[in-house]
C-alpha cells in the first residue's frame, strides 16, 4: 500500500491506496480502531478496484488531531477523494464508519455511488427513542469507571471472536489513552443526537451485520432499517461485531456480490 497525508490546521490525516483498475472503493474503520481492521478487504479488492483505507481523525496516525466530530471526520473523506482526483466512490464504513460514510451521503452525495454499513446503524434520529438517546448521552461518563486495563481487555473481547481479530483490536486500544477513548466514544454518541434532518439516502445501501455482533442495538436498529426503506440485509456468519475481520471470506464475498449488482 502506499501510504499519503494531508495536513490541514486541525492536524494530520493518514490514508493508504492500492490498485489502479475500476472504480473506487474507501473503507472507515470503527470508533478507537484504525485502517488496519480491513487489511483483509485491501488484498481481496485491490485487483480490481482503487482501494483506499485511512486512520480516521484522532485515530491511528491521524493524531493529534483537534475538534473531531463525525461531520467533520465525512469532510475529511471527500478532501481525501480530491486529493486522489476520485469523483465518485463506493464508502464502506464498519460501525462508527457507518454514520461517517452516512454523513458524506447526506451532504455530499454527488460524491457517493454506494453505501456498506457493517455493524452501524442509520443516522436519522427517528430511529432512536427516548431511552436510547438518554443510554447514548451517558455512555462516555460510564466508560471512565472502568480500569484501564480492563476497559480495553473488554471491549476486545466484545467485538471480535477470533483470537486475531482481538489481537488486533486490543493492540489498537493500547494505542489510545483512556481519555482519548472516553472522548472519541463522546463524539460519536453526541454526534448522533445532533443529527436532526430525517432523509432517505437516493442510493444503494447495503445492511450488514455479525451473526454474534452483541454491541449496544446494532442488530435491532439494522433490521427495522431493513423493514422501513426495504434495503437488502446481510448476515456475516461465525462474526462479531468487527465482522469483516472476524470472517473476512465472508464479508468479502458479501460485498463484492452487492457491487457486482449494481
Known amino acids: 500500500m502506499e501510504h499519503k497525508t494531508i495536513v490541514s490546521e486541525r492536524g494530520p490525516v493518514h490514508y493508504w491506496t492500492k490498485g489502479q483498475a475500476g472504480n473506487c472503493l474507501l473503507f472507515t474503520h ?29 485515530h491511528g496516525l491521524s493524531r493529534p488531531y483537534r475538534d473531531f ?3 467533520i471526520a465525512a469532510r475529511e473523506i471527500v478532501n481525501i477523494l480530491n486529493a486522489e482526483a476520485i469523483e465518485k466512490a463506493h464508502l464502506i464504513g464498519q460501525s462508527m464508519g457507518g454514520y461517517i460514510i452516512q454523513l458524506v451521503a447526506l451532504e455530499f452525495p ?6 456498506a454499513a457493517l455493524g452501524s446503524s442509520p443516522i436519522q434520529p427517528d430511529y432512536y427513542s427516548g431511552l436510547d438517546n438518554w443510554l447514548l448521552s451517558i455512555t462516555p461518563a460510564l466508560l471512565r469507571l472502568y480500569p484501564y486495563g480492563y476497559l480495553i481487555r473488554i471491549i476486545a473481547e466484545q467485538i471480535a471472536i477470533r483470537k486475531e481479530a482481538q489481537t488486533y483490536a486490543h493492540e489498537t486500544l493500547k494505542g489510545l489513552t483512556k481519555n482519548e477513548i472516553v472522548a472519541i466514544m463522546g463524539a460519536v454518541y453526541g454526534g448522533l443526537q445532533q443529527i436532526s434532518r430525517e432523509m432517505r ?19 435491532s436498529y439494522c433490521d427495522e432499517w431493513v423493514r422501513r ?3 437488502p440485509l446481510k448476515i456475516v456468519p461465525d462474526a462479531a461485531h468487527n465482522a469483516n475481520m472476524d470472517n ?9 456480490e452487492f457491487l457486482a449488482g449494481l
Open 30 to 58: 470503527g470508533a478507537t480502531m484504525d485502517h488496519g481492521m480491513f487489511l483483509s478487504q485491501v488484498e481481496h479488492f485491490a485487483k480490481n478496484y482503487k482501494v483506499i483505507v485511512w486512520d480516521v481523525p484522532a
Open 69 to 71: 466530530s463525525m461531520p
Open 110 to 115: 454527488e460524491r457517493v455511488s454506494s453505501l
Open 201 to 219: 439516502l437516493n442510493l444503494p445501501v447495503l445492511v450488514s451485520y455479525g451473526e454474534f455482533d452483541k454491541t449496544g442495538k446494532v442488530k
Open 229 to 231: 426503506e426495504g434495503r
Open 248 to 256: 473476512p471470506d465472508a464479508f468479502n464475498q458479501i460485498l463484492e
